[in-house]
């Protein structure tokens, strides 16, 4: 029997405000105590984590005065170098403080956006210094409730010109740091702008340094659009621009729920686990959700195991199944190629053309094959659970 237990190289990360979180929701208060940073990476050392993300006010808060910050960073820098916990990522604080309300980067105010760049400017400084080598950004307030608020159009170019600055004062300062851009299609906004990775993804290719920044796709936030997250994640892949990636679960059409990893669906978990091993993406695996609110801090680190077991299980399905005769057998049939059509693929040329269109084809032959994909699919399931 696997042990299921994390390794340094399975990447498993967690936000400070994951496992952090107090269960404070909109309609009740906190349901368990405030740990600090430092207490909060013992715990990930405890449960396997290889790494721990913050937000700047997670481990810093917004008003603490430099001697206040000095000492939450030296408490934090030992219990890192205590649990060999590191930090690989980390992100800003564009969304709590009253400033924010009508969003950081996009906001009407010049001087909120002003702000906006100088507290991502230092909240850079701040990761840089604890090692995080890519850098996201959750635009969680950059939006709307009524569109009669702002342009959408200068919203967007707002965004590129906060970009572009920060792609400038990170190669200024020769950070050795990558920019990840999260999309979420609402909440806390009402609608959020570049809502999707897809949307991202486009976004990305109008900025003045494009190679400096890929993308930070959650499943959460794909599942609420009701999309399939693991082809968004393909995508990005595909364009070379999967930076980082948050794992969690949700059902579509719901508010934000960040469940544990897994726990909803668990066959659309399995694809995305199956493609990023597959593919062999060695990037943090951020488990970017938090425990139920009814759970004390033994409940936040069943959930945290929880995170990484379920993770580590998949991980083994997709190698069962990989590895499986009738899979394989199946694949190779729907596959099947007898290279008389390779001569009309690739680049275009008028002779191909020409050629293509003489080409006759058995149409009704070609639609009534079976392609097997109820077995393929059984077959799939079965081994999910757990009877093959
Ligand atoms: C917030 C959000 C997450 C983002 C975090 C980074 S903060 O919890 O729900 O999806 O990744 O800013
Ligand atoms: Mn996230
Ligand atoms: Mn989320």
């Known amino acids: 029997m696997t042990e299921y237990t994390p390794k340094p190289e399975h990447k498993f990360t967690f936000g400070l405000w994951t496992v952090g979180n107090i269960g404070r929701d909109p309609f009740g208060g906190p349901v368990r105590e405030q740990k600090t940073p430092a207490e909060l990476v013992r715990l990930l050392g405890e449960v396997g984590a290889y790494g721990v993300n913050f937000h700047d006010n997670d481990l810093i808060p917004i008003d603490a005065t430099a001697a206040e910050a000095e000492a939450i960073k030296k408490d934090f820098r030992k219990a890192l170098a205590d649990t060999g916990v590191v930090v ?12 924010f309300k009508d969003g950081a980067f996009t906001s009407n105010d010049p001087k909120v956006r002003a702000y906006a760049l100088q507290k991502t400017m230092n909240a850079i400084d701040l990761g840089v210094e604890f090692g995080a080598k890519t850098y996201v950004f959750w635009g ?22 906060a970009m572009n600055f920060l792609c400038e004062y990170v190669l200024d300062k020769k ?9 979420k299609p609402n909440e806390p906004r009402g609608d959020i702008y570049n809502s999707t990775t897809g949307h991202m993804l486009a976004f990305i290719e109008t900025l003045d340094h494009p190679e400096m920044v890929g993308v ?86 069943d959930f945290a195991r ?68 109820e077995r393929l699919d059984q077959v799939t399931i079965d081994i999910l659970l757990g009877s093959r």
């Open 88 to 99: 690989p990522m980390a992100t800003t604080n564009l969304f709590s403080d009253p400033i």
């Open 140 to 161: 969680g307030r950059e939006g709307t409730e009524t569109d009669s608020s702002k342009s959408a159009v200068e919203s967007i170019k707002r965004s590129r010109e």
């Open 175 to 183: 950070y050795d740091l990558k920019l990840a851009l999260e999309a």
């Open 216 to 301: 930070n796709p959650e499943v959460a936030h794909e599942h609420m659009s009701g999309l399939n997250f693991m082809h968004g994640v393909a995508q990005a892949w595909e364009a070379g621009k999967l930076f980082h990636i948050d794992l969690n679960d949700q059902y579509p059409g719901r508010y934000d729920q960040d469940l544990r990893f897994g726990s909803r669906d668990i066959k659309a978990a399995f694809y995305l686990v199956k493609f990023l091993e597959d593919v062999k993406y060695n990037g943090p695996r951020h488990f970017d959700a938090h425990a139920y609110r009814t759970e004390d801090y033994e409940g936040v680190k």
């Open 306 to 373: 929880g995170c990484i077991r379920t993770y580590l299980i998949l991980k083994e399905k997709a190698a069962q199944f990989n590895a499986d005769k009738e899979v394989q057998a199946v694949l190779a049939e729907i596959n099947a190629d007898d290279g008389s059509m390779k001569q009309y693929f690739g680049k275009y040329s008028a002779e191909k053309a020409s050629a293509l269109k003489a080409q006759a084809f058995d149409r009704a032959a070609l639609g009534r094959r079976g392609l097997r994909y």
